[in-house]
């Protein structure tokens, strides 16, 4: 009979459906004579960790869907030894209820490990394939709980005790004697045309799992907690807490961080450990709608206090030297702050070690700028931070409260990736993420992977923007042509709900109904959650301009596949829209409204008039200068909506007036954020790579490298310089790297300077 390589443990079927929990596999091979190249294929559903000889070697899979399960394909060689080695995997499960699980990762009925040894000359009795010779165990007093009382789309925070059972499980030491043997699926259980056994190779690099130690104990601490606990997180030495003591110690990692927490522990059985996790000190001050605690200077400790998730730890008191009680939270934990409430019992309890492996997507920048403006360097080195936290096995929106992949985010988290990177591996998962996420309707979910449904109408729009970006950066026909069935059942979808006038109807509203017609986290909307009020009444014409948009994006990409007449239909569809948004969607003075007949005005609706063409570059700068100088009458746009809004002032010969908006971020760097914040109204997250904006404007914009034709295959050079004397930098693009440079003398004049490759040369194209 062949083979599944799909394990799991015999008698916890029953568990499926009621609540996380936790397996952990292993098997040990003794390798003999010199160790050949060994490679594996490993998946799990849920999520798994592995480890060879004790030492941490992945996580994974990455994250997929019901169509799409991704398995890991690795070297192992460099972490085994001649002798016994010890293979162990932790495996999470998730339950089938959705909302008792992580909102990103999907299960399915079959819970299981899978792995296949790949490697070419590995004999039957030293092969690391899962099947029925490994042995398993389930956690004991293991709980995954809610991080909140009703949005809870995280799901990873633990309620645990240490089980002195499974010491030194990972290792060769370990008597798994009276661990059971594992079942093996049979195909009929596990038929390879559904998932997770219908399996796809990963198309993104592994993250990393850097070493990382904290920075160092919050001022606010005594001298001699400061002075030990300081040691103790150098690796210096070790940290005793007496019996019947209660203590807790504020640590600081220095800035916001995504890491896998290592606690080591000796003795201190019956202890109790709670490690909570925090990107700033709050005040209890409530300014918002959404009932958020104010935050002001992010390290204020002297008038703030810590506020974030918990994770708890029972000790059992079974760490030795050489040997100590780890607790080591499966997922990975998003922190700049964290605090350690310790409570003994009737032992004396060591804290040995507190540090964790630095964990996300492997971004290699090859990007750099410089301005005449300071505050510039620090904008981008907090940027570039969020960005890098913001990148995980998908793009995310922010790594503390949801880690979720929504669409608009990432279409911008997309276009500062290729400015600094040129690296388009986890953009391209994202579009495939997204297409497999299309309804019957058309629309797409606003974030995937995610088990529950969420639509967002205009956030299926920024889906096409991506294919766009893609096509004008990387010029991939095969990739375009890939996703224009979907691009066009989107469209298809905002043409089906044309109302009599011609406009976008009434398709969502408040986050409560069907669909949440959601523009931007702006203070005039803060008590509709982001939906401009016109909504509640009828349609919004932002939407309409938003399908406008896509129009123009999708007729592009149907000209660079040869759908010539499709194209010309989308620019007909395009101009109608613009008609009527002119039409129905104006006031007296020729400024638009938030909705047709509704006197409420914002500057996204001026802004993207300016992109979709609805108006001439002279009456754009008319309404822009209006939003701008007027802003009192308009609703404006938030960091999330930034990127339009520059393009707008771009357009219009506005960009001088960036340098205010600017403030923005430095107001950032004032209250000591180290990542730039998801809004700046009410501020929920302190890491929101949408806020990245720099990481385009610089090399983009400022220094003015940008395609000039799809693929790059001409390379325009056109610097913006708003207020701004000088720059200089290198742009990583995918020929290769462009050296830039240009002084403004008090005329305005501009001295442009740029180097490249002799061959590359050939493509760059300037107007200097």
């Known amino acids: 009979m062949q083979n599944t390589h799909w394990i799991w443990a015999p008698g916890i079927k029953e568990y499926v459906e009621e609540k996380p929990y936790l397996v952990y596999f292993r098997k040990e091979v003794v390798l003999e004579r010199e160790i050949n190249r060994r490679m594996i294929r490993i998946s799990a559903d849920t999520r798994y960790k592995l480890y060879i000889n004790d030492r941490l070697i992945n996580v994974g899979p990455a994250k997929g869907d019901d169509k799409v399960w991704y398995y890991d394909e690795l070297e192992v060689t460099p972490f085994l030894k001649t002798g016994k080695n010890t293979i162990a995997v932790e495996v999470l499960r998730y339950p089938l209820k959705s909302r008792d699980g992580n909102y990103s990762l999907f299960r399915t009925h079959t819970p299981g490990l899978y792995l296949e040894d790949i490697s070419e000359q590995a004999a039957p009795s030293t092969t690391f394939t899962a099947d029925e010779s490994w042995k398993c165990h389930r956690a004991e007093n293991y709980n995954i709980v809610a991080e909140a009382g009703g949005f809870s789309p995280l799901m990873i925070l633990e309620k645990r005790s240490g089980e002195d059972k499974l010491h030194k499980w990972k290792t060769e030491f370990y008597n798994d004697s009276e661990w059971e043997y594992a079942l093996e699926y049979s195909p009929r259980q596990l038929a390879k045309a559904s998932c997770p056994a219908d399996l796809y190779p990963r198309e993104i690099p592994h993250v990393i799992l850097n070493p990382r130690h904290f920075e160092s104990v919050v001022e606010k601490e005594p001298e001699n907690v400061k002075r030990k606990w300081n040691a103790l997180i150098r690796g210096e030495e070790s940290v005793i807490i007496p019996p019947h003591t209660y203590l807790h110690v504020e640590i600081n990692a220095g800035e916001e961080m995504c890491g896998f927490l290592n606690l080591r522990m000796l003795s201190g059985k019956d202890s109790t450990v709670k490690i909570l996790t925090a990107e700033a000190y709050y005040q209890d001050r409530i300014e918002n709608a959404l009932n958020m605690p104010l935050k002001g200077e992010r390290c204020d400790w002297e008038k703030g206090y810590l506020k974030g998730y918990t994770d708890s ?32 019992k009737q032992e004396a309890l060591t804290v040995q070690g507190f540090d964790y492996l630095e964990t996300g997507y492997p971004l290699e920048v090859g990007t750099t700028a410089e301005t005449s403006d300071p505050s510039m360097k620090d904008i981008w080195e907090i940027s570039l931070r969020t960005l890098r936290r913001c990148m995980h096995e998908t793009y995310i929106d922010c790594p503390f409260y949801e880690q979720l992949q929504y669409a608009m985010d990432s279409r911008s988290e997309i276009l500062y990736t290729y400015a600094v990177s040129a690296d388009d591996r986890l953009a391209r998962q994202c579009m495939d993420d997204f297409r497999r996420s299309q309804r019957a309707d058309g629309l797409l979910y606003s974030c995937y992977p995610q088990v529950l449904p969420n639509v967002i109408p205009g956030f299926s729009i920024y889906y096409i923007c991506m294919v766009y970006d893609h096509m004008m950066y990387f010029g991939d026909y095969k990739l375009v042509k890939h996703h224009l069935a979907a691009i066009d059942q989107i469209l298809e979808f905002f043409d089906d709900h044309l109302d009599e006038r011609g406009l ?29 009020p016109a909504g509640l009444v009828g349609p919004i014409t932002m939407e309409s301009m938003l399908y406008a948009y896509g129009l123009q994006c999708a007729a592009s990409l149907c000209d660079y596949v040869g759908r010539s007449s499709t194209a010309e239909e989308y620019r007909s569809r395009a101009e109608k829209i613009r008609a009527a948004v002119r039409k129905y969607c104006k006031d007296e003075q020729g400024v638009f409204l938030d909705g047709p007949g509704v006197e409420q005005y914002s500057q996204h609706c001026q802004v993207f008039a300016v992109l979709t063409g609805m108006v001439s570059v002279e009456d754009g700068r008319r309404l822009l200068l209006n939003t701008l100088e007027h802003q009192e009458k308009y609703a404006q746009c938030t960091v999330s909506m930034a990127l339009y809004l520059f393009r707008a002032l771009e357009l219009t010969d506005l960009y001088d007036y960036t340098d205010k908006l600017w403030d923005t971020w430095r107001k950032m760097l004032d209250k000591h954020l180290t990542t730039c914040v998801e809004n700046d109204v009410f501020g929920r997250s302190d890491c929101h790579a949408w806020g990245a904006l720099i990481l385009y404007e610089l090399p983009s914009v400022i220094l003015g490298v940008r395609p000039a034709e799809p693929g790059y295959e001409k390379i325009r050079i056109a610097p913006v310089t708003g207020m701004l004397t000088w720059a200089k930098g290198e742009v990583l693009t995918k020929w290769g790297n462009i050296k830039v440079s240009w002084i403004k003398n008090e005329a305005g004049e501009l001295s442009l300077e740029y180097e490249a490759e002799e061959d590359l040369k050939t493509r760059i194209v300037t107007d200097f």
């Open 504 to 532: 976008v109807g009434k398709i969502g509203g408040f986050v409560t109904e069907r669909y949440w017609s959601f523009i931007d986290w702006t203070f005039c909307w803060e008590k509709t959650y982001g939906l401009p």
């Open 313 to 344: 730890y029972h000790v059992g008191g079974f760490g030795e030297d050489g040997s100590p009680e780890i607790f080591d939270p499966f997922w990975f934990r998003t922190f700049r702050f964290i605090r350690l409430d310790i409570e003994t």
